[in-house]
């Protein structure tokens, strides 16, 4: 539920932002680190999952995102990954370990947030990654979430960093 919540909040929010220079046809990332592939286009947000597109039938698949926010400052960006992480915590999940950092990328502005949410009744457990990173006043949102026991949590960070901006 929460990665697909994440990508109907995303896709509401891509039309307003969807008319930058970059374009995700323009964005270069290394889908080989997790090996996954494209799955949908949700209005401007591309979702990649272990099997593509079959996985949209699932409940919950491990996946990662990316939309582009030309219009976006950093802090609405921030506010975005706050107000995910906020959903959680009223739908009821438990919220551990949240790591909040400010870094760069290639030397371009950069943020994330990571955490653990769980829900013990059901056997849930997602390690969430979120990210952005800032080009020409363009903001790249990544979102990602491993529902497989941290398994892909390594590499889903590494497919944010392997952005080629």
């Keep these: 539920m929460k990665i697909k919540l994440t990508i109907?909040?995303?896709a509401f929010l891509a039309p307003n932002f969807s008319f930058g220079q970059i374009k995700l046809a323009d964005l270069k990332v290394d889908t080989t680190?997790?090996?996954f592939h494209f799955?949908?286009?949700f209005q401007g947000t591309n979702v990649f999952t272990n099997d593509g597109a079959s996985d949209m039938h699932t409940i919950n698949p491990t996946a990662f995102s990316f939309t582009i926010a030309p219009n976006m400052k950093a802090a609405e960006a921030k506010d975005q990954f706050e107000l995910l992480l906020s959903m959680s915590e009223q739908s009821g999940y438990k919220i551990i370990d949240i790591f909040k950092k400010?870094?760069?990328l290639k030397g371009n502005n950069a943020y994330y947030i990571?955490?653990?949410e769980t829900d013990d009744k059901v056997n849930y457990k997602n390690f969430v990654f979120n990210a952005f990173v800032i080009k020409d006043k363009t903001i790249i949102l990544f979102t990602s979430g491993d529902l497989d026991n941290g398994r892909l949590s390594d590499k889903l960070r590494k497919t944010f960093y392997s952005i080629n901006l």
């Design 8 to 10: 109907i909040l995303l």
């Design 102 to 104: 400010d870094t760069t």
């Design 39 to 41: 799955a949908a286009d």
């Design 33 to 35: 680190i997790t090996g």
């Design 114 to 116: 990571s955490y653990i």
